[in-house]
T-cell receptor, first 113, second 112 residues
Framework: ETGVTQSPTHLIKTRGQQVTLRCSSQ?????VSWYQQALGQGPQFIFQ???????GRGNFPPRFSGLQFPNYSSELNVNALELDDSALYLC????????????FGPGTRLTVL | EDKVVQSPLSLVVHEGDTVTLNCSYE??????LLWYKQEKKAPTFLFML????IEKKSGRLSSILDKKELFSILNITATQTGDSAIYLC????????????FGEGTQLTVNP
């Protein structure tokens, strides 16, 4: 089991609402990446944070936003939820440019009704 | 745009069988290819491959990379029911930091 934790584990929201997901990174890791995994698909990169700055973004609209805090924990915020946002949201922490150190958290299962 | 294609998407075998999972990729300025096992939620790291032709092994699992033909295989020998999982292949480019592009995954089911 990795030292990456995520909360909450499950969440049910309705269309149009806003949601905040949280991730605590492995001790010593300064980079956090967020991924969206729809059912039956591989994870898709949303964005990455390094030392509190966004360090790359995937093909997701601006209503997906994030933050990284001085202790390297991170939040993912999604506004104006759509049905297609229903997915498993994974965060992964690592040392920068050390993919072999990247550990995934258990994920947050978001259901949008 | 980086791309990863895995095959087969689904595989059902009996305990003791050997399986080969395939991963082909396109990536700008290849840096590494990684294999993960996903049983319930968190993908767990299996291998990272950076050089062609060098086999990586861990117990009954092994993997090799061909950078000329842009593919990798993951072999599992003497499969056990505990190997049932989704196996994910991902690539990383030199300019992408530690962000990964994943394939759809192969769902492996090992029956007793």
């Amino acid at each position: 089991e990795t030292g990456v934790t995520q909360s909450p584990t499950h969440l049910i929201k309705t269309r149009g609402q806003q949601v905040t997901l949280r991730c605590s990174s492995q001790s010593g890791h300064n980079t956090v990446s967020w991924y969206q995994q729809a059912l039956g698909q591989g994870p898709q990169f949303i964005f990455q944070y390094y030392r509190e700055e966004e360090n790359g973004r995937g093909n997701f609209p601006p209503r997906f936003s994030g933050l990284q805090f001085p202790n390297y924990s991170s939040e993912l915020n999604v506004n104006a939820l759509e049905l297609d946002d229903s997915a498993l949201y994974l965060c992964a922490s690592s040392l920068v440019r050390r993919t072999d150190t990247q550990y995934f958290g258990p994920g947050t299962r978001l259901t949008v009704l | 745009e980086d791309k990863v294609v895995q095959s087969p998407l689904s595989l059902v075998v009996h305990e003791g069988d050997t399986v080969t999972l395939n991963c082909s990729y396109e990536v700008t300025n290849f840096r590494s290819l990684l294999w993960y096992k996903q049983e319930k939620k968190a993908p767990t790291f299996l291998f990272m491959l950076t050089s062609s032709g060098i086999e990586k092994k861990s117990g009954r699992l092994s993997s090799i990379l061909d950078k000329k033909e842009l593919f990798s295989i993951l072999n599992i020998t003497a499969t056990q029911t505990g190997d049932s999982a989704i196996y994910l292949c991902a690539v990383e480019g030199e300019t992408s930091g530690s962000r990964l592009t994943f394939g759809e995954g192969t769902q492996l089911t090992v029956n007793p």
